[in-house]
């Protein structure tokens, strides 16, 4: 296993495109099942969890050609499917349910179980699923579904699951009728698969709403041109986080403003200085890091997937900052970790008070999810000295090329084998 090591406290400056959007790419990848042929699809970021959902459709039975154009060949369906050894790598996994009960009436899944950020159910996925005329048994670890037909029905969420919507879409366009769904998520990439879907010739209405509804057809196709993954909203904000955490100018190109909404706010908040254009986002800062208050909420406000990566810009600011987390019951463990390098953070159920001291220390710290392993990564740019982050095979799930991109920006960064110890083997990596 390798090991990222970073030599911290040099401000960032320059310009990075963003990669097409992990969580958009795995549900489009998974519906591609819903239309037996070819499928051509463009600003595939090249990521560990891409990887392992092209080799869950192969194990499927559907060949495919990775690449930033990959390719997937959904002809013929051979297994219906999700072992557990695929699942515990990715808990999206569960996105192929949807897809194989509508295309071939059975899909076996092994239950992703709890993870880092918490216990992470998948009742309200089923409910829905059952709505639409599908019966689940539990069996040895798996959901055993079936159906003798899929049925348009109203379906209210209790909360605004991302994927739970998603694996509910992608059964509903193939349903006898009409279907409704209530309370559905309204994340940008549940957009990108809806788009997706009427490419292939879906009917969906209200997309981007909260309420979804879907005329099913009897067919779905591939679609004659490629279709473009939307830009990753997550990676562009970790990013102009890097520039705020460290200090510096950095621009991200190839993404949407539009769609960061509330955490541009929040940078301002804390004294960054923003400025966009269509596709772009500059983040410039230079005086010291104001104290913040933020809220995790589903779309469209501040992205969970942004809360430990501000986390760590509250450790360098100065003064008092309040994180409230209300998506995952469990999402505050890099906090222990950022304690590590030095920073004051007290947690109290669902709600963290970050003293900032100004700066944090350089160390070796470990984390337990991605955007955990991001945070400490920022830390790591901010703290002077040497800072090891170990597990990053997290960081390799969901950031295409991070160390490319960060050396770009001028930081001192790189990857070693986890044991090496070597001062003058991990400078040359850092230069490297
Ligand atoms: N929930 C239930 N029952 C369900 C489904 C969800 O109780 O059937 C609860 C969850 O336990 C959680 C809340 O509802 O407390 C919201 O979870 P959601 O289902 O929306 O999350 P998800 O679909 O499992 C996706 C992203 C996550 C992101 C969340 C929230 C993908 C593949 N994953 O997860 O991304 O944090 O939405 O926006 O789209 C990441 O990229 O690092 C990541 C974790």
């Known amino acids: 296993m390798e090991k990222l090591v970073l030599d911290g406290g040099v401000p960032l400056t320059g310009t990075v495109a963003a990669s097409g ?34 080799s869950l459709l192969g194990r499927i039975g559907c060949p495919s050609l990775a690449g930033s154009t990959t390719r997937v060949d959904t002809t013929r369906i051979a297994f219906s ?30 239950l992703p179980g709890g993870c880092a950020i918490g216990v992470r159910p998948i009742d309200q996925h089923l409910k829905g699923l059952e709505a639409l005329g599908c019966r689940f048994v539990l069996e040895g670890g798996y959901v055993i579904g079936e159906t003798d037909g899929l049925r348009g029905a ?48 879906a ?8 309420r979804l509804v879907i005329e099913g057809v009897s ?33 991200v190109t190839d993404t949407d403003p539009s769609e960061l909404g509330a955490v541009l706010d ?36 501040f992205p969970t997937d942004m809360q430990a990566q501000f986390m760590t810009l509250a450790c360098v600011g100065v003064g008092t900052s309040e994180i409230i987390e209300t998506i995952f019951e469990n999402r505050f463990l890099h906090a222990a970790e950022l304690g590590r390098m030095g920073a004051r953070i007290e947690t109290h159920g669902n709600t963290a008070k970050v003293h900032g001291t100004g700066r944090l220390q350089p160390a ?6 991605l955007r955990a392993s991001a945070a400490l990564v920022l830390a790591g740019l901010a703290a002077e000295g040497l800072t090891e982050v170990l597990r990053i095979y997290h960081l390799d799930r969901g950031y295409d090329d991070l160390v490319g991109k ?13 044991a090496e110890r070597d001062p003058a083997r991990i400078q040359q990596a850092l230069v490297a």
């Open 21 to 54: 959007a992990k969580n958009a790419a795995l549900p489009i990848l998974m519906a591609t099942l819903l239309a037996p042929g070819e499928h051509r699809l463009a600003n595939v970021p090249d990521l560990a969890d891409v990887s392992h959902t092209l």
């Open 81 to 110: 499917e999700a072992p557990y050894d695929v699942v515990r790598k990715m808990r999206a996994s569960v996105l192929v349910l949807g897809p194989l009960l509508a295309r071939e009436g059975a899909a076996k899944v092994s």
């Open 154 to 201: 109203e379906i209210h969420l209790d909360m605004p699951t991302v994927t739970g919507t998603e694996n509910i879409v992608m059964a509903a366009v193939l349903a006898e009728g009409t279907s409704v769904i209530d309370n559905a998520a309204r994340e940008p990439e549940v957009v990108d698969l809806c788009n997706f879907l009427v490419t292939l010739g």
């Open 203 to 210: 009917k969906i209405e209200g997309i981007g709403t909260s």
């Open 219 to 251: 067919r779905l196709t591939p679609a004659a041109r490629p279709y473009r993954i939307l830009p990753d909203r997550i990676e562009t904000g970790t990013y102009l986080a890097a520039a705020a955490c460290a200090s510096g100018d950095v621009t």
């Open 266 to 301: 929040t940078f301002r908040e804390a004294g960054c200085f923003v400025e966009t254009t269509p596709t772009t986002i500059r983040l410039r800062r230079d005086g010291p890091v104001r104290p913040f208050k933020l809220r995790t909420e589903p779309y469209p406000g």
């Open 364 to 369: 070796s710290v470990m984390a337990s999810d």
């Open 406 to 418: 960060l050396r770009t920006l001028g930081a001192r960064i790189g990857r070693v084998s986890d």
